[in-house]
């Protein structure tokens, strides 16, 4: 599996390893699912977008056709 390093202010940091803790988590695991989950995220709005565009667009395109 590849890696990547992050770089994080002390602030930062501490407040991951806090939040980790407080879900019994490793810093890695902890980091790796937020990033996931933003991912998904994005890509769920993006196709949110995508959806009502098409929706509002439904009639014109039929009319180019």
């Known amino acids: 599996m590849a890696g ?4 994080f202010t002390e602030e930062e940091l501490d407040a991951l390893r ?3 803790e407080a ?3 490793s810093m890695q ?3 790796h699912d937020a990033v996931m989950t933003a991912i ?5 709005l993006f196709n949110e977008a995508a959806d ?3 929706r509002l667009s439904e009639e014109l395109n ?4």
């Open 4 to 7: 990547l390093n992050l770089r």
């Open 18 to 20: 806090k939040r980790a």
């Open 23 to 25: 879900e019994g988590r």
């Open 29 to 31: 695991s902890f980091a």
């Open 40 to 44: 998904n995220e994005h890509s769920r």
């Open 52 to 54: 009502h565009v098409l």
């Open 62 to 65: 039929r009319r180019l056709a």
